[in-house]
């Protein structure tokens, strides 16, 4: 293994300044070799000075560098950065140079990864290292910052300890069961199971919405032609995105873009409106409506006030049942050929959104309703811990396994120190979210999943 790594730690392309990031035992012995300032390098303190190839006395860069004295700083290590200019070709030849001078090039990722090595943060807090970097919006940029301040890992641990008494008072029982101690009954263990159960669960619940702030969400606007699907879009967009005309049949392919919804990254898609039709174009368009419609997290459908529904409506009403959904009725200021009743009455939920799009009425409402929808009814989940992270979420469903299945074999007597395997299973798989135990390979593919440099 290399000890000392060196990378780009800044975007690639022009900027005001790049920054060449070196990490490991041999930092300042490099630095001193390749910076000359006046003056010597202190640590913490930022030094003006040049960059020079000590072999051919070449200038490189103007830049300002400071030394970081480990183990306080971010990998836990001897640290340095070079300011350079925001220079592709000064960045590339202040590393080569670094290079040359016995750092070895860092991996993606393995700043962070030694940061975890050395202790500096868990494993779900390095993980959200790379969430923070890649957030898109205020919401998932908040969670993303919360678990890397240590939110999750206090929440995890927390249960973990609850688990950890429920193994020790076990292991007395079984090592001293003579002795004068407490005697551990079955329903005491079983109420403690049923408690780190619930925990677990509660934690598990906010996954849903952990995961939509993350990643965003995909939503489908549809209904049939001329409702307008593409005037809701441009309302959400509040910009003029998508053609709108009073001719049925206005959008023929999908039109996609994101925008942020209550700080939530959404991807809308309007979409061809469905009928019947001989038009080549347009039957592909619709097709790709479905596509659309199947593969979004949330159907908005919309129908039209002024007319009475029709066979479309009411078959795209039947499969909006087993979807996230909400229901539209739009062009309300034309008429009352459909009241809210009566599509209350054909959609899965009974909820209908009046509108009236051209004046941007009922926009709020729909933005209400999104939010409600990801945060799943519970609003207070906002400012509470929630898991993001999909290996998270599969080792604490594994974790709710093992502690159920501990307590379904507590319920038929079965002897302690069997019921204590599932018990202990629980309790290295919520380790294994901190990475207190975790495998090697488990590491290289998290931390595989960063950019260079960081
Ligand atoms: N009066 C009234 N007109 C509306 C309202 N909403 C949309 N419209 C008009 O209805 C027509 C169709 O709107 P679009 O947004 O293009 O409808 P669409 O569903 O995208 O139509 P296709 O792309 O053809 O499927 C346009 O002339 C809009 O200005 C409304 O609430 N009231
Ligand atoms: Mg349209």
Redesign the pocket.
Known sequence: MCETIAAISTAYGEGGIGIVRISGPEALGILRRVFVCKGSITSRRMAFGRIIDPETGDVIDEVLAVYMKGPTTYTGEDVAEINCHGSVVALRKTLALVLRQGACMAQPGEFTKRAFLNGRMDLSQAEAVIDVIKAKADAGYEAALSQMEGDLSRRVREIRAEVLDILVDITVNIDYPDEDIEKLTYEKLLADLEDAGDEIDSLLATAGAGRMVKEGIRVA?V????????????CLLRQSR???????????DTIEEAVSIRNIPVYLI????IRETEDLVEMIGIERTKEAFNSADLVVF?ADA?QPLTDEDRDILERLKDRRHLVLL?????GNAVTPTILGDRSPNGDVIE?????G?GIDKIEDKIEELVYGGQLAQKDSVMVSNVRHEELLRKAGQSISDAAVITETGEALDIIEIDIREAYDYLGEIIGETVSDEVLDEVFSRFCLGK
Request: net charge positive; with cysteine.
């Open positions: 606007i209904g049939r032609p001329n409702v307008g699907k593409s005037s809701l879009m441009n998508a053609i709108v005309t009073e001719i049925p049949g206005t959008t023929r309007d979409t061809a409106g919309i002024s739009n062009k309300t200021d034309l509108t009236c799009l051209v004046k009425e």
